[in-house]
């Protein structure tokens, strides 16, 4: 009997790359108008060489770029790029198609929903907050929350732990399979792999299941709570 369904953040609830790339560029574009002596191209390589190497969370990006760049962090262009990735990201920000309806519909089930993420604290928060989902899952683990990233079992265990189910209970949905499939299988949880977030053009995810739309996902639940 499944009792509730985990889910990654980003590339699985929120379209993140979609956000990243336009807050990117129209921060690009902001810190070429205040000064920056490169073309769109050759620092959107730089910017997300760095990302890469550092981590999509990392908060450093444009101080790091400057100084890399420049040999030094110009503060006007860098204020310029801040704030036109701030204001290109409230824009671009949005869920993947019926992730709202699908979530609601899991809930009306009676099922109980988590995140698992290994985004940090207050960058998942926000990100819920902003899209209106704070208020749809009963646990949401961070990376602050386990202190390790995924695949580790120990934020997996921490979600199952508060909602009160076992892993046989549970379903993993994710983007990344070496981290959410890899990290759900090991405990023994349902997993689902979110081709429509996969970004590295994985093969074989090691998956239970795989959907094309999260709502596929209440196929998947209401077939296993049948017995099927």
């Known amino acids: 009997m499944i009792r509730a369904v985990i889910f990654d953040l980003d590339n699985t609830l929120v379209d993140f790359v979609r956000m990243k ?25 730089g910017i997300f060489a760095i990302y890469e190497k550092e981590g999509w969370e990392y908060q450093k990006v444009f101080d790091r770029f400057l100084q890399e760049t420049l040999g030094e962090v110009d503060y006007k262009i860098l204020a310029a790029g801040i704030v036109g990735y701030r204001r290109a990201k409230e824009g671009a920000l949005a869920l993947f198609p019926h992730v709202t309806s699908t979530l609601v519909a899991l809930l009306h089930r009676g099922l109980k929903l988590g995140v698992v993420t290994d985004a940090p604290r207050l960058q998942a928060w926000t990100r819920l907050v902003e899209l209106n989902l704070h208020h749809l899952f009963h646990v949401v683990i961070t990376l602050d929350d386990s202190g390790v990233p995924k695949p580790d079992p120990r934020p997996f265990r921490l979600a199952l ?6 892993p046989r209970e549970a379903i993993m949905v994710g983007d990344w399979a070496q981290k959410d499939m890899v990290g759900g299988r090991n405990l023994g949880m349902v997993t689902v792999f979110a081709r429509y977030g996969d970004i590295f053009g994985t093969e074989d995810p090691g998956a239970d299941y795989e959907i094309q739309d999260i709502r596929e996902l209440l196929t998947i639940v209401d077939r296993l709570n049948a017995g099927g």
Not at 22 to 43: F, H, K, N, S, Y
Not at 161 to 166: A, D, I, P, Q, S
Request: charged share 35%.
């Open 21 to 45: 790339e336009a807050a990117v560029r129209r921060a690009i574009a902001e810190m070429i108008d205040a000064g920056l002596p490169l073309d769109e191209e050759t620092a959107y390589r």
């Open 161 to 166: 732990e508060k909602l009160g189910v076992t």
